[in-house]
């Protein structure tokens, strides 16, 4: 703290909670907010004060829930941290949730499924709602479900200088709907549209294809972006490709492994599962196959990705087609750990809002993803980059402007 920000810290901490400088909990560990002071929010007129206070100072105020976004961290200024506001209401007659802007997607999913209910949440339920939202949210069930913000009923929003409003239309709704609030702009709740929690089935289909510091075969890659051509709307899959480390605190069956994985998801019972599943099931020897009926309490099981702390960065570009020469290059590529990811898009996700909004990707028919884990002690930023843009470069982006997606967009910038 400075001479010149203790009248605002001394101010803030006389109306609300000031705590320290830094976050109680953020997933990404590779950037590190340095602000000159941390409100911990209890409650929304903590939030308005904190807006109120900070404009007079010329304060920038900078907004943390659980950090898995987290590209631009605070420095100086005011880091307002909402990871306190997690209530969820769920209102089971009109099949919406009021969610405070802090709340987790496992914190919906809790609330909702006692009323036979489930949000269009993603693959990771630590996840926060507000900042998967401001990127659109491509959920577990896009193909099914369209993009998350397609279910938003309304925002509450404290402007800079601390006015709460109710958005739900306009201009301001489309860019908080695929873009996210504007610098001064505090997004406290989201009320959102729940979908039915069942029939839903989904798991993963798992192919260790070798060892990792090894050229892999490329057809069960193929096979998966074959399959998914003419897929009717009810079927969401991504592929996820993982070059293990030998690590001692990885399973043994995964230390230096290269290991494919396909997350399913279908909104109908098992059997529609298994007939729809059946020529990939055929096409490749799959060594654990998880599909079954899926409590959306357990949708991690899915994807099953890490759920720990840790540094990581990497992009996202959206495509037309997976072009075989891409595929190959995923499968074969070796060096410094990097994680491939492709979702593929259309059905629900393609189709064109029934109110504006601002989400890019829409005509697109799949987001291919690429993320690899940096840090001072092991790979270097502007090495893990390269990995990445490796990866990225054996795929065409879209000739349009919208040849990429901010919101699988990770970690310090290039260079």
């Known amino acids: 703290m400075t001479t010149t920000t203790q009248p605002l810290t001394a101010e803030l901490a006389a109306r609300v909670p000031v705590t320290g400088p830094t976050p109680q909990r953020c997933f990404q560990t590779g950037l590190a907010h340095r602000p000159d002071v941390t409100v911990t929010a209890a409650a929304v007129p903590d939030v308005v004060a904190t807006l109120e206070i900070a404009a007079r100072y010329g304060a920038p105020v900078t907004v943390h829930t659980t950090g898995h976004g987290l590209r631009e961290p605070a420095g100086g200024g005011v880091l ?15 099949r919406t949730a009021r969610i405070d802007a802090g709340a987790t997607w496992a914190d919906v999913v809790t609330a909702a499924a006692p009323h ?3 949000p269009p949440s993603g693959s990771a339920p630590s996840v926060g709602v507000a900042g998967y939202l401001f990127g659109g949210g491509l959920g577990l069930a896009a193909r099914s479900d369209g993009w998350a913000v397609d279910h938003v009923h309304a925002f509450e929003v404290v402007d800079a200088g601390g006015t709460l409003r109710s958005v739900s239309g306009g201009e301001r709704f489309a860019r908080l709907r695929g873009t996210g609030p ?4 505090v997004v406290t709740a989201v009320v959102l549209g729940l979908l039915p929690g069942a029939p839903f089935t989904g ?9 990792a510091d090894e050229p892999a075969d490329p057809a069960p890659l193929q096979a998966w972006a074959d399959w998914t051509v003419d897929l009717p709307d009810d079927v969401t899959s991504g592929l996820s490709l993982v070059p293990y480390p030998e690590l001692p605190f990885l399973p043994p069956h995964l230390r230096g492994r290269r290991v494919l994985r396909i997350g399913v998801t279908v909104t109908g019972p098992v059997e529609r599962a298994d007939a729809l599943l059946a020529p990939l099931r055929a096409a490749v020897a799959w060594d654990d196959d998880t599909v079954a009926p899926l409590d959306p309490a357990g949708t991690a099981r899915v994807y099953d990705e890490p759920d720990v702390p840790h540094a990581y960065l990497g992009d996202g570009l959206l495509v037309d087609g997976l072009e075989p020469a891409g595929l190959d290059r995923v499968a074969t590529r070796t060096g410094p750990m990097a994680v491939t990811g492709i979702r593929h898009l259309g059905g629900a996700a393609g189709r064109a809002p029934a109110v504006p909004d601002t989400v890019r990707g829409r005509d697109a028919a799949y987001l291919v993803g690429a993320l690899a884990p940096f840090g001072a002690d092991t790979v270097p930023a502007a090495d893990a980059w390269a990995e990445v843009d490796g990866i990225l470069s054996g795929f065409t982006a879209r000739a349009n402007a919208q040849g990429s997606h901010p ?4 970690g310090p910038a290039r260079g």
Do not use: I, M, S
């Not at 506001?85 to 009109?94: F, G, K, M, Q, S």
């Not at 504007?182 to 702009?185: F, H, I, T």
């Not at 919101?407 to 990770?410: D, Y």
């Open 182 to 185: 504007e610098p001064g702009e």
């Open 116 to 118: 036979g209910l489930r």
């Open 80 to 94: 307002l941290d909402l990871g306190r506001l997690r209530r969820v209401e769920v209102d089971a007659t009109t």
């Open 407 to 410: 919101a699988f967009r990770f």
């Open 203 to 211: 798991g993963g289909l798992v192919r260790v294809l070798g060892a």
